[in-house]
């Protein structure tokens, strides 16, 4: 049993390698079909209940503020593949990330600066979405 | 081999002829962890992502190794307003 193993190890390792390289999830084609045609998403350290980083954390409860609570999330920290692919995929250094329309938005500093002045209730308007920040009365 | 704030401060003040550049360093030495303000004429007219791309672009090898990285970037009109309020 163990000699039949041995003999075919080799081949079904080129073969499981040949596999990952094609269908690598770093790749671009995969993290096309991730963003592509999808509302919002977001790649992050953690999930959106469980964020495993504070700037990951900060970009969950932005959206969050603004109503938005549906979004695709990707835990980078479970895919190492995934973690670089993205970063290669918007030349982007750091994770979040931050993807509405196929289109990258920004990461964490993007994402407070545009919360703080005002366009991120346009950009969501962009995606269809409205801001939940809209519905607040005003403090007169 | 981690970066200290100066070496950073000096890439960006040359690369971006930054006219104010103020890095800290916020891992306690380990040089992984930083904030960072940017002031150049450079960002004038350029939307915060692209502003962001000139500052990720000039430290490009150096961000392959630090993991926390989080930036202002502003224009000499907008660090001279900023720093009026504050005062």
Same mark, same amino acid.
């Given at each position: 049993?163990? &000699? #039949?193993?041995?003999?075919?190890?080799?081949?079904?390792? &080129?073969?499981?390698?040949?596999?990952?390289? &094609?269908?690598?999830?770093?790749?671009?084609?995969? #993290?096309?079909?991730?963003?592509?045609?999808? =509302?919002?998403?977001?790649?992050?350290?953690?999930?959106?209940?469980?964020? &495993?980083? /504070?700037?990951? =954390?900060?970009?969950?409860?932005?959206?969050?503020?603004? /109503?938005?609570?549906?979004?695709? !999330?990707?835990?980078?920290?479970?895919?190492?593949?995934?973690?670089?692919?993205?970063?290669?995929?918007?030349?982007?250094?750091?994770?979040?990330?931050?993807?509405?329309?196929? $289109?990258?938005?920004?990461?964490?500093?993007?994402?407070?600066?545009?919360?703080?002045?005002?366009?991120? #209730? $346009?950009?969501?308007?962009? !995606? /269809?979405?409205?801001? !939940?920040?809209?519905?607040?009365?005003? $403090?007169? | 081999?981690?970066?200290?704030?100066?070496?950073?401060?000096?890439?960006?003040?040359?690369?971006?002829?930054?006219?104010?550049?103020?890095?800290? +360093?916020?891992? +306690?030495?380990?040089?992984?962890?930083?904030?960072?303000?940017?002031?150049?004429?450079?960002?004038?007219?350029?939307?915060?992502?692209?502003?962001?791309?000139?500052?990720?672009? *000039?430290?490009?090898?150096?961000?392959?190794? *630090?993991?926390?990285?989080?930036?202002?970037?502003?224009?000499?009109?907008?660090?001279?307003?900023?720093?009026?309020?504050?005062?």
């Amino acid at each position: 049993m163990f &000699r #039949i193993l041995q003999r075919f190890s080799p081949v079904k390792r &080129r073969a499981t390698t040949l596999i990952c390289a &094609r269908y690598s999830t770093g790749s671009k084609e995969h #993290i096309d079909g991730l963003v592509k045609e999808k =509302n919002l998403v977001v790649f992050m350290k953690g999930t959106p209940d469980a964020p &495993r980083c /504070g700037f990951s =954390n900060a970009v969950v409860q932005i959206l969050n503020m603004h /109503g938005v609570e549906k979004f695709d !999330a990707h835990n980078v920290l479970e895919d190492e593949d995934l973690r670089q692919g993205v970063k290669d995929y918007s030349n982007w250094p750091t994770i979040p990330q931050v993807y509405m329309q196929g $289109e990258f938005l920004g990461g964490c500093d993007i994402m407070i600066e545009m919360h703080k002045n005002g366009e991120l #209730i $346009e950009e969501l308007k962009k !995606a /269809g979405i409205r801001s !939940a920040l809209l519905d607040i009365p005003e $403090e007169k | 081999m981690p970066y200290t704030p100066a070496e950073l401060e000096e890439k960006l003040r040359t690369g971006l002829d930054a006219t104010h550049v103020k890095i800290e +360093d916020l891992s +306690d030495g380990c040089g992984a962890k930083f904030s960072c303000l940017t002031v150049s004429s450079q960002f004038e007219g350029k939307a915060l992502l692209q502003r962001h791309r000139l500052v990720n672009g *000039i430290l490009a090898e150096e961000l392959k190794t *630090i993991h926390a990285f989080s930036q202002k970037t502003l224009t000499p009109q907008q660090w001279e307003s900023l720093k009026q309020e504050s005062s």
